[in-house]
């Protein structure tokens, strides 16, 4: 008897995580890639969003599973009809829900901000299971949140209720910046305010410098 699946993507600036994950949330399989660039741009054309599309849905042929269902969530603005509306991480040039669903021929897709997915995979499977509402923070490459109220992230009119990092940096943190906060706590803010490409780097170089912009952050 088959064992069913969802193939999952987390297509992020850093890197593209992937799984296959059984109804009760159970993980048999899990892939992770850094993400392309090419100067800025990230995952251009969404080449490595495909590329690990492929490999996912081949890792289940491989194991015996049925893949009933195709799920990934992405740095973007994402609206009700799972269509990305910015370009604020990905350099796509074509909807990620094309992409995907011709690859898994037969197989209902979803895309989403994931920002939310995670909200929602917390909301049942972790943190927030049991609570009426909470806030979610995703802190990566960039900085984006989501309501949660009665186990469902709330989404906005417009699919954009997930903005944070659009906020000032506060006066008592830092007196003389002037961008914002995705640029100043982000992953890719805590590096570049570094001097480097990311968190990971700041963490690496260590000293009271590093310690002062992550501490800040």
């Known amino acids: 008897m088959s064992t069913f699946v969802t193939a999952a993507l987390d297509v992020g600036g850093t890197k593209i995580a992937a799984a296959l994950v059984t109804a009760d949330g159970t993980v048999l399989h ?26 996912l849905l081949a890792a289940a042929a ?11 969530g992405f740095p973007e ?23 995907l669903s011709a690859l898994a021929l037969d197989v209902p897709c979803a895309v989403g901000s994931d920002v939310r997915c995670g909200a929602l995979g917390e909301a049942r499977y972790g943190a927030g299971r049991g609570l009426d509402g909470f806030f979610y923070v995703s802190l990566g490459t960039g900085l984006s949140s989501t309501f949660v109220l009665d186990g469902r992230p709330v989404t906005g009119a417009r699919g954009e209720a997930i903005a944070l990092g659009e906020f000032e940096v506060p006066a008592s943190v830092d007196p003389n910046w002037a961008g914002n906060l995705e640029s100043y706590a982000s992953g890719r803010g805590i590096g570049e305010r570094f001097g480097v490409a990311g968190t990971r780097e700041v963490l690496a170089a260590g000293g009271p410098r590093a310690a002062a912009v992550l501490d800040s952050a």
């Open 30 to 55: 899990r892939d992770e890639r850094p993400t392309v660039t090419a100067g800025r741009l990230r995952d251009p054309g969404l080449a490595g969003t495909r590329a690990a599309t492929i490999d």
């Open 62 to 72: 491989r194991l015996g599973l049925t893949t009933t269902g195709l799920g990934a």
């Open 77 to 99: 603005y994402v609206d009700a009809d799972g269509l990305l509306t910015s370009r604020e991480v990905l350099a796509w040039d074509k909807q990620p829900l094309d992409v």
